[in-house]
């Protein structure tokens, strides 16, 4: 478990206090010793606590895209989120919803590893983490139908961390260079 305290120089703002702790149970412990005196932030992981600490930006923030309002598109790869469409180079995916936005999350940033956690709430809405399972479940068949309709997608596992999309098959190794001696 990690807690550190963000305060601004200069600042009347309350304290922000984040906790990050992997387990639901160790989560709740810490909500419940907290005494209110400030924003308290709970995190399973480092890279969450990370990203929600990201969005806090000085100033009038921009409002979030829904989700069901985005159109992600990565080579010949197309997701309309709001009317359940994916096309590979103009040809019809057949995607259920879950797996239409845990392609969609790992589209929106080839390359980028998502924790089974990002995925989950991004295509589960609100409905509360128990584990990985069902992220890995819909990734399963979503492996199986990219590699059926012949995409040059790939899903990678960072095993026991989440997932990241990979576009292509081809991997150049490039030869360190050399310094003149």
């Known amino acids: 478990m990690t807690s550190a305290v963000h305060r601004q120089p200069n600042s009347t703002s309350v304290p922000v206090v984040i906790c990050i702790a992997d387990e639901p149970r160790e989560r709740a412990r810490l909500a419940g010793r ?16 990370q990203s929600f600490l990201g969005t806090i930006q000085p100033g009038a923030p921009e409002p979030p895209v829904e989700h069901s309002q985005r159109v992600v598109r990565v080579d010949g790869l197309r997701l309309n989120l709001a009317h359940h469409l994916a096309t590979w180079h103009d040809r019809p995916l057949q995607l259920t919803p879950h797996e239409l936005k845990v392609l ?12 089974y956690q990002q ?3 991004d295509a589960w809405d609100d409905a509360y983490f128990t584990g990985p399972a069902a ?3 819909v990734v399963k068949r979503l492996r199986a139908k990219l590699r059926g309709s012949s995409l040059p997608l790939h899903i990678e596992a960072a095993r026991g961390v989440g997932f990241r999309l990979t576009v292509g098959t081809d991997l150049h190794l490039v030869p360190p260079v050399q310094s003149p001696t």
């Open 34 to 49: 907290f005494d209110g005196a400030g924003v308290m932030v709970l995190a399973s992981d480092l890279e969450s606590a």
């Open 104 to 115: 969609g999350c790992l589209a929106s940033s080839p390359g980028r590893l998502w924790t």
């Open 119 to 121: 995925l989950h709430d």
């Open 135 to 137: 992220v890995q479940s």
